[in-house]
Each structure stands twice: as C-alpha cells, then as structure tokens.
C-alpha cells in the first residue's frame, strides 16, 4: 500500500511525487506559490476541468489522484496520464492562454491548490528556479509523448 500523503490545514504539500512540479521546488518557493492559491476539494469522478474551456486557474494536486484524458471523435477516451501529489494541471493553459488540451477527472476524493493564472504567471517571473523546473517538466512530458508515438 502506498504511503499516505500528507496536506496542513492550509494545503501546504509535504510529500509530492517525486517527479511532479512541487518536488522539483525549494521550500521557500513552495511556500510562496501555496500562498497564492486556495484550496478545493474533488469527489472521485467529478471534473476538474473539460478539454477546450477556458483557462482561468492552475491547479496542484495536494492529494488523491487525477487522470488526464482526451476524448476522440468517436467518444473513446484515451487516457493520457494519472497524476498524484504534487501535480501541476493546466500549466500550458497558463503559458499560451489557448483552450484547455486535455479533460482531468479525480479518480478518488481529490484536494488541490487553485491558484488563477495572473498569480501563477506573476510567480514564474519572480522565482527564476521554479520557471526552470515548469520548462522542465514540460520538456520531460513531450519528451515522454515523444516516445509513446513510436
């Protein structure tokens, strides 16, 4: 059984995957991107957000598990990614301000920081390292796309 993860009453994350954007932060960046954000909470099978919305927030999984699909022509889903602790959603939304590419569903109770797209962004340009590890990221996801097309 995996371990718990752990989320303060402020939401603050104490345990992220290690792959996921917040364990790629310091602390005191940490701290500060948390405090720019509320916090949420998600039922299992409930909607994060829709492929092709808007984007207004980010959000960063504080615990529980998300799935991030895509829906073909026909209505199959196909499943892109399951993400956990530590996650960073809707960060390409954030970046170039286009449409949400892809849906995120919890997959069990989720708690997440919600943090709008002014606050995230303004972020990024006073914390050089966290906009390092969001380029990053980035690259390892088209990286790990990449792959999975061959």
Known sequence: MAPTRVVSRKGTMTD???DE?????????????????????????????LEGESCTTVLIVASGRVKVFSLTAEG???L????????????LSAVDGAPRSASVAALEPV????????????????????????????????????????
Not at 33 to 42: D, E, S
Request: aromatic share 6%; no cysteine.
């Open 111 to 150: 708690v997440a920081l919600v943090v709008p797209i002014a606050a995230f962004v303004d972020y990024l340009r006073s914390h050089g390292d966290a906009a390092i590890a969001l380029l990053q990221l980035v690259t390892a996801r088209l990286r790990d796309a990449d792959r999975k097309r061959v």
């Open 21 to 49: 954007f917040m364990a790629r932060l310091g602390q005191a960046d940490r701290a500060d991107l948390t405090a720019r954000g509320r916090r949420r909470q998600w039922p299992a099978g409930a909607s994060l957000y």
């Open 16 to 18: 992220p995957e290690p």
């Open 80 to 91: 892109l990614a399951v993400r956990g602790p530590g996650a960073l959603l809707g960060e």
């Open 76 to 78: 199959e889903e196909i």
